[in-house]
């Protein structure tokens, strides 16, 4: 496991996802639009599930451009979101491809079914109570299952997010194997240049 300090960083009130919904994918990571920005994800996505189609639930889909990303991949995906405008496009996205459930990612509705990668991204930051919510989502994981948590601090004068070592805290008791891979130096997942903390965690159960 990696170790790190821990510095508490605030959350900010939770925007507006429906209003957000139309310019979502504007933003080059989210609507992956940009080939380059697209297969720079779809490596690291590769990199981080399992090499055999696995089970994915991709909790906070927004749109659904990594729920397609997987797809794509072979995996079999389970995406869910709160936003019922969000969860609209990620099935016009999916076009069937994918089963998409407008539902809390706290709580998905996803009945007893257990998976063996829960994907998230840019969503555990924006929850009161990250650690309660990790051991929540570890009940979703077969044995042997993984998180892939993509978070990061954004801002500088008021900042907002989870610092990667805080993470790292939170999956120590739940995880047997934590890993963290920065990605802020890395522009193309961005489609800009970045100067904040931008990681993803890959933790084994």
């Known amino acids: 496991m990696t170790s790190e300090d821990t510095n508490t960083v605030a959350t900010a009130p939770e925007p507006d996802w429906d209003a957000q919904a139309a310019a979502f994918d504007d933003e080059p990571d989210h609507g992956l639009r940009d080939p380059e920005v ?4 779809s490596d690291r996505l590769g990199a981080w599930l399992p090499e055999h189609p696995a089970d994915v639930l991709d909790l906070g889909c927004g749109t659904g451009s990594l729920s397609l990303l997987a797809v794509e991949q072979g995996h079999r995906v389970t995406a869910v979101d709160r936003s019922p405008v969000m969860t609209e496009r990620a099935r016009t996205k999916l076009a069937g491809r994918a089963a998409v459930l407008c539902g809390d990612a706290v709580n998905p509705p996803v009945g007893e079914r257990r998976f063996d990668v829960v994907l998230v991204r840019h969503v555990l930051w924006t929850l009161p109570d990250p650690a309660g919510v990790l051991r929540r989502w570890r009940e979703l ?5 993984r998180f892939v948590l993509v978070e990061g601090v954004w801002g500088t004068l008021s900042p907002v997010g989870i610092p990667a070592g805080e993470l790292t805290a939170f999956l120590a008791p739940l995880a047997r194997e934590v890993r963290v891979e920065r990605l802020s130096g890395h522009t193309l997942l961005w489609g800009k240049e970045v100067d904040d903390e931008r990681y993803a965690v890959v933790a084994t159960v």
């Not at 697209?38 to 994800?41: C, E, L, P, S, Y």
């Not at 994981?141 to 299952?145: A, C, H, N, W, Y």
């Open 38 to 41: 697209r297969a720079a994800w």
């Open 141 to 145: 994981l077969r044995p042997g299952g």
